[in-house]
C-alpha cells in the first residue's frame, strides 16, 4: 500500500485535470451511501465517507473534528483517505485526506462555475481567508479568464494576507472591507467561511452575478440571505444539500425558495440534459450551493494514484540487457 504525503498530493491535483476528473466521475456515476457520524464522548465528532465504483475503486474518508484542539495549538480537523480496488478489496493508497478535501471542492465549485458563471467574468471576490478560500481564485481562474481578485474575511488583516499571497502568485488581488460595494461589483461571489448568519445579501448581486456557497454545509450555518434565493437559478452539488444546508432551509423556511424550484444538481450540469442545465441569459444570476459529496473525494484519490503510479512507472530504470554467456 502506498503513502502518499501532503506535498505529493498536492501537486498530483492541479485544478485543471482535478476539474476534469470530477467531470468524467459526475457522468460516470458511483455509488455514494450517506456518511457516517459518530460522536466521540464529549471530545469530537467522526465522519466516515465511502464511495465505489464496481469493478474499478473504493474510497473511503475519515474526518476527526475536535473542537477543542484549538486550546493546545492543533488543527481542530484531520482527514486521511484510504483507497482500494474494488473488486478484491486490497488496499492500494492511503493519502492526505486535508487536501483531497480542500481541493476537491474548490474544484467543483469550479466545475460548477464552468457552467454557471457568464463566460466573460473576470472579477471575482472571494469571501473568506481560510484553506479553500485560499484556492478559489486558481480553481475560477482554471475556466474563468479572472482578472481582479477582491478579499472579503471578518478579519481585515487575515484578508490582506489572503490578498498578498494571492498577488505573489501573480493575480492582481486586493483586499476590502467594504462587504456590499464588493459584492456589488464582482462577477463572481465565492463564499468559503463557517459564518452562522447570512453575510451576503440578494439585493447586492449585479445582474448577471454568480453566487458559490461553499460553508453552510450544516443546518446551523448560514452565507447568503433568503433574497439570494429569491433572485436566483438555484443549483447543488448533490440533493443532500436540501436536507443539510442552512442556507436552503432557511430560504425554505422563509418562503423565498422551494425543493421544486431547484434547477438541478452537478451531475445535471455535467451531463448536459436539456438546455435549462446552464446559464441561460447574461443578465441572468446564478447560485450553486455545495455540501460535499464522497464522489469528488474518489475522483481526487483516484487522480493522485494514477498520475503517482504512472510517473513511477516511467521513472522506473529499464532492465539490464542481459548478455548471452560465453560459448
Same mark, same amino acid.
Not at 492543533?74 to 492500494?92: Q, R, W
Not at 481541493?103 to 466573460?120: G, I, P, V
Not at 487522480?303 to 504512472?310: E, G, H, N, P, Y
Given at each position: 500500500m502506498r503513502i502518499i504525503d501532503s506535498e505529493t498530493t498536492?501537486?498530483?491535483l492541479a485544478f485543471p485535470p482535478l476539474i476534469a476528473a470530477l467531470r468524467s466521475l459526475f457522468v460516470a456515476d458511483c455509488e455514494v451511501p450517506l456518511r457516517h457520524t459518530h460522536r466521540i464522548a464529549e471530545a469530537g465528532t467522526v465522519l466516515l465517507m465511502p464511495a465505489w =465504483? *464496481? @469493478?474499478? =475503486?473504493?474510497? +473511503?474518508?475519515?474526518?476527526? +473534528?475536535?473542537?477543542?484542539?484549538?486550546? !493546545?495549538g492543533? %488543527?481542530? !480537523?484531520?482527514?486521511?483517505? !484510504?483507497?482500494?480496488?474494488?473488486?478484491?478489496?486490497? %488496499?492500494?493508497a492511503q493519502i492526505d485526506g486535508n487536501e483531497i478535501t480542500s =481541493?476537491?471542492?474548490?474544484?467543483? &465549485?469550479? !466545475?460548477? /462555475?464552468?457552467?454557471?458563471? =457568464? /463566460?466573460?467574468a473576470s472579477r471575482l471576490l +472571494? *469571501? @473568506?481567508? #481560510?484553506?479553500?478560500?485560499?484556492?478559489?481564485? @486558481?480553481?475560477?481562474?482554471?475556466?474563468?479568464?479572472?482578472?481582479?481578485?477582491? *478579499?472579503?474575511?471578518? &478579519?481585515?488583516?487575515?484578508?490582506?494576507?489572503?490578498?498578498? &499571497?494571492?498577488?505573489?502568485? #501573480?493575480?492582481?488581488?486586493?483586499?476590502t472591507t467594504d462587504l456590499k460595494a464588493a459584492v456589488h461589483q464582482a462577477h463572481i461571489v465565492s463564499c468559503a467561511t463557517l459564518s452562522t448568519a447570512p453575510l451576503i445579501r440578494g439585493e447586492w448581486l449585479? %445582474? @448577471?452575478?454568480?453566487?458559490?456557497? +461553499?460553508? &453552510?454545509?450544516?443546518?446551523?450555518?448560514?452565507? /447568503?440571505? /433568503?433574497?439570494?434565493?429569491?433572485?436566483?437559478r438555484v443549483f447543488v452539488d448533490t440533493t443532500e444539500a436540501l436536507a443539510k444546508s442552512g442556507d436552503v432551509l432557511g430560504a425554505i423556511a422563509e418562503g423565498a425558495f422551494e425543493a421544486s424550484a431547484l434547477q438541478g444538481t452537478l451531475a445535471d450540469l455535467c451531463h448536459g440534459h436539456s438546455a435549462q442545465h446552464a446559464r441561460q441569459a447574461a443578465d441572468e444570476i446564478t447560485l450553486f450551493k455545495s455540501v460535499g459529496t464522497a464522489l469528488e473525494d474518489l475522483a481526487a484519490a483516484e487522480? *493522485?494514484?494514477?498520475?503517482?503510479?504512472?510517473d513511477d512507472s516511467l521513472s522506473s530504470p529499464l532492465p539490464r540487457r542481459q548478455e548471452p554467456p560465453p560459448p
Open positions: 498536492r501537486r498530483r =465504483r *464496481v @469493478g474499478a =475503486r473504493l474510497g +473511503i474518508k475519515t474526518v476527526t +473534528i475536535f473542537p477543542g484542539n484549538s486550546a !493546545l492543533k %488543527p481542530g !480537523l484531520h482527514s486521511t483517505y !484510504l483507497l482500494f480496488d474494488a473488486t478484491t478489496g486490497e %488496499p492500494l =481541493r476537491r471542492t474548490a474544484a467543483a &465549485s469550479a !466545475l460548477a /462555475a464552468s457552467y454557471l458563471a =457568464r /463566460a466573460d +472571494i *469571501v @473568506g481567508a #481560510g484553506r479553500v478560500a485560499a484556492l478559489m481564485a @486558481g480553481a475560477m481562474a482554471a475556466v474563468r479568464p479572472i482578472e481582479q481578485v477582491s *478579499v472579503w474575511n471578518r &478579519s481585515p488583516a487575515s484578508a490582506e494576507a489572503l490578498a498578498a &499571497s494571492l498577488r505573489a502568485n #501573480g493575480f492582481e488581488a486586493q483586499a449585479q %445582474p @448577471g452575478a454568480h453566487l458559490d456557497l +461553499i460553508g &453552510s454545509f450544516t443546518p446551523q450555518m448560514r452565507e /447568503a440571505d /433568503a433574497a439570494c434565493f429569491a433572485r436566483a487522480l *493522485v494514484f494514477d498520475s503517482t503510479t504512472a
